[in-house]
């Protein structure tokens, strides 16, 4: 990847959170339109989006955000009232900004759909905002500014060729050894300020290793002001005589993004010879010529680098004054992680080594704890770069909350709690959707139809959806509740019985009962809307938290709303799981699963011919799988009663899994398994013990079907 392409995916990551955060903030506008630092600070994050756009040529983007600028500038300079059709505009801008810069990423060809609208009514805001100066007024003011170039024999070019080879000799009497002199011209392009570049910014670049540094801009084809046109550059040509210690490279690199033929660099040793001749020329212009105006010269003073690098004091920039933050790749921290766990699986192995045990020596024993504690510090540590908080998700989900209500019609308050709550980074992006889906749900399905409806129950006319997020025994609760109508658990059975999910005889526990809304394609309303149906794409939804190792909780009240809860570990390469042995192996059962552990009395486990083994608890039959038979151990046969049976939860409900001892519970880092054990669907990883042995983790999941194919299919 060359330099440029570099600097461009930099621009793209950051563009991308500049559009996130004008997304969180016009909302916030919206809702308090008197804000108007906040109003700056949306100003500038699209001032700085137009720049970077043109720099990088996404013209079409920079064309929409040029104006969109204009806009924003006006009413955070005057303060005037913004009406709601306005704010409507300015939100409706930020959604056009999104679909453009993927547009503009994807090199589709087409706009998106209303950009040309949009565009026409800022434009159209903007120029009701601006009284332009009437034509006569522009016609004195033409009249009242003659070409004075034209007044005299040399043209502008001819005069400031002139002055450029004078200052050539005077700048060489200023060489010395270590410095070169350059003639830098600069011819940019009419759309450079639209690309995010002027005259001015490049002279700031090369003036700061510059010993001496003089400009000289031909003005001769400035238009006149009826057609002067601010956003468009009329300078024909910039030409800059720089003495510097830098290398020919080193000063191009400062114009590496300009075409190839907007900037030209030429080290004056091999112009000695013109000069002087050009100098010769111009000493007998000047005994035929009127002497003309001096060009427009810009001559800057450089003070010695030497001499201010050794002054210090205020003007010497503070290490602590350098960036706080710095960007890192995912892929390096998801490195540094793996090794970091490898440093803990090495201190374990110390730690429970038993030669090293045996040894009686108080300073190894005390070498072995301060490493132990390190360790851990150090893996506390890289596990919170991993994490960050969820406020920036729960900001998007706003905007959802916002559109949503606005399509249903429905009145309604966003309550947020939760905010600081930290989650793995590699756990943000997947969560997105599901959180959509579930709040779109809840508004369009959750809540009642209208507020005549929400009145005659007795409750307030606006709806309320709280967003929460929470942690709660090792792990990461985000929940989304509605006060709206609840679920009918009535209708959802009998649904259910209709489909043959159930057979309607079974004694269903209420969170069975409402986790049978997100079987795939099972929906309760009567009507299915565009934007969600109470069990439409729950199965999607269910599937997604699956993939992260996480749960779906659900809790509803008829009459009195409905709680989705995602229940999620803290991190996706750490798991808190419970250690069991079962024919001499360890295996791991992911916490997050584990109902509770006991050893059964006999008289509550019964045996049926075909139907398999099971346990009675709180008036459910729970059916109990054998580790040894799964996984086909070679082990002594032993009654469930003489071992002990762990109940989890699965999603085609609660099974207990014989094993033979519970070894305790631990922090374990995943490992993936290869590819002759990935097929195991009922294993869903691997972990390395403090021993150096390797236990496998349960997918509690998959161990269901094994108790329906022993059944014989029944």
Known sequence: MTKQEQVKAIFIE??????????????????????????????????????????????????????????????????????????????????????????ELDALPDLPHGYEGCLEKIKALIASKKDAPSPAMIETVAEALPDLASEFTFSCEERMDREIAKTIELLQTQQTEGTTLYKVELTLDKDCYKRGFDHLLFLTLLGEKAVSMESFFDMETIEPLERFACDENGIKKVVTLLLTPQGIEEVRENFEFLFDHEYAITPIDVMVADAAAANDDAAVADQTAEEPAAPVVEKREIPDRRQSDRRGGSDTPSVTASKSTIRIDTFKLDELFDSVGELVIAQNFIAQNDKIRVIEDESISRAIETLSKITKRIQDRVMSLRMVAIRDTFDKMKRVVRDTSKKTLKELHLNVQGEETEIDKTMIDSLSDPLIHIIRNA????????????????????????LRAYHKSGSIVISVSDDGRGINKEKVLQKAVQRGVVSGDENLT????????????????????????????????????????????????????????????????????????????????????????????????HALKEKGEFVSMRGQHIPVIR??????????????????????????????IMVDELVGRQQVVIKPLGKALAKLKEISGGAILGSGDIALILNVDELRPLIEASRGGN
């Open 627 to 656: 580790l040894s038979d799964v996984f086909n151990l070679p082990t002594k046969r032993i009654e469930p009663w003489e071992g002990i049976l762990v109940c989890v939860e699965t999603e085609a409900g609660r099974i207990a």
């Open 443 to 466: 508004i369009d399905h959750g809540l009642e139809a209208n507020a005549d409806e929400r009145i005659a129950v007795g409750k307030n006319a606006e709806g309320n959806i709280t």
């Open 14 to 103: 950051e563009a991308g959170e500049i559009i996130e955060k004008l997304d969180v903030d016009i909302l916030r506008f919206e809702e308090n339109p008197e804000d108007f630092d906040l109003l700056n600070e949306i100003f500038r994050g699209v001032h700085t989006l137009k720049g970077n756009a043109n720099a990088f040529g996404f013209t079409r983007l920079g064309e929409f955000v040029h104006h969109f600028e204009d806009v924003l500038d006006y009413y955070r300079s005057t303060h005037d009232t913004i009406s709601q059709d306005q704010l409507g505009l300015f939100v409706d801008s930020v959604d056009i900004i999104t679909e453009v810069m993927t547009c």
């Open 510 to 605: 209420d969170s069975q009962l409402f986790s049978l809304i997100m079987q795939p394609g099972f929906s309760t309303v009567d009507a299915i809307s565009d934007l969600s149906g109470r069990g439409v794409g729950l199965d999607v939804v269910k599937t997604s938290i699956e993939k992260l190792r996480g749960k779906i909780e659900i809790e509803s009240k008829e009459g009195e709303g409905t709680t989705f809860s995602m229940v999620l570990p803290l991190t996706l390469a750490i798991i808190d799981g419970m250690l069991v042995q079962a024919a001499g192996e360890i295996y791991i059962i992911p916490t997050l699963s584990v109902v509770e552990s006991f050893r059964p009395e006999r008289e509550i486990v």
